[in-house]
């Protein structure tokens, strides 16, 4: 059964142009992901089908009015039994990792609430949403371009979304490591070459090249990760090998 995201949106042609490209129209028209965009916007009975209105208190800025996003929300969730977490975009949230979006996409799917203007009523949060992530610790304009990193993440994550399942697994962070350097043709650009050993056709030596760059990448710009692993002997050697050459180099540790 596909994976069924439903999405609360004042734009939902800016989510669903999106998704007309790459992985992500692939993994609709094979019913990888299901993805319906609610607009809160239809969800109103006024005639100018206000979806906003000031801030109580004053100050700049509109606020998203609770109502129409509740009604939306309820369509959302009348149209699938499947339980799914309510999820708010917000800056103010947990910060999304790759662990997080692991676990996603491990459930049923998502409801994705993407806000605008100064953001919410806080009521409505209080009351209907179960989760607020964030991407990072700065302010877009709406939670449409989060919500698509969510969906755009987790759809990687799901079997057959990929041509090859096997590159997610490659990817930085699956394994808890950065990815490896990758190199295509040709074989000198620019008077460097790629990598002796990537030419040699030797697999395993292949591997091993790429598992301590893999190590190394991740030792010297996310060392962070490195505590939250643990190690083979065979990886350990590998790092110290590349410690020791980045030394010998005269890098930075
Ligand atoms: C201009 S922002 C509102 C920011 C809000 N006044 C604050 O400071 O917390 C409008 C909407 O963009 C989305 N948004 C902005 N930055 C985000 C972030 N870092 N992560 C997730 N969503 C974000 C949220 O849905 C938010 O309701």
Redesign the pocket.
């Known amino acids: 059964m596909a994976y069924r995201i439903d999405l609360l949106t004042l734009f939902p042609d800016l989510v669903n142009n999106y998704c007309q490209f790459g992985v992500l129209s692939r993994a609709l028209r094979e019913q990888i992901i299901m993805l319906q965009c609610w607009n809160p916007r239809d969800f109103t009975s006024d005639r100018h089908a206000t979806v906003d209105d000031a801030s109580y208190g004053g100050g700049p800025g509109m606020v998203m009015k609770a109502e129409p996003l509740d009604m939306a929300l309820r369509a959302a969730q009348d149209g699938c039994s499947d339980a799914r977490p309510v999820i708010?975009?917000?800056?103010?949230?947990r910060r999304v990792d790759h662990d997080l979006i692991e676990s996603a996409a491990a459930g049923k799917g998502l409801i994705l609430l993407?806000?605008?203007?100064?953001?919410?009523d806080e009521r409505l949060i209080e009351k209907r949403v179960d989760e607020e992530?964030?991407?990072?610790d700065?302010?877009?304009?709406?939670?449409e371009l989060?919500a698509l990193m969510v969906v755009e993440a987790v759809t990687r994550l799901l079997p057959g979304a990929l041509g090859d399942d096997e590159s997610a697994l490659q990817d930085s962070f699956s394994a808890g490591l950065l990815d490896y350097p990758h190199y295509t043709r040709p074989a000198i650009y620019d008077g460097e070459a790629v990598p002796k050993v990537l030419l040699s056709g030797d697999h395993q030596a292949i591997a091993a090249w790429r598992m301590k760059q893999s190590l190394g990448r991740t030792w010297s710009r996310r060392p962070d990760l490195l505590g939250n692993i643990e190690l083979s002997p065979d990886q350990l050697k590998l790092l110290d090998e590349f410690i020791a050459e980045a030394h010998q180099l005269g890098e930075p540790s």
């Open positions: 708010y975009l917000s800056p103010q949230g993407a806000g605008r203007y100064e953001g919410i992530w964030s991407i990072g700065f302010v877009v304009n709406g939670g989060p």
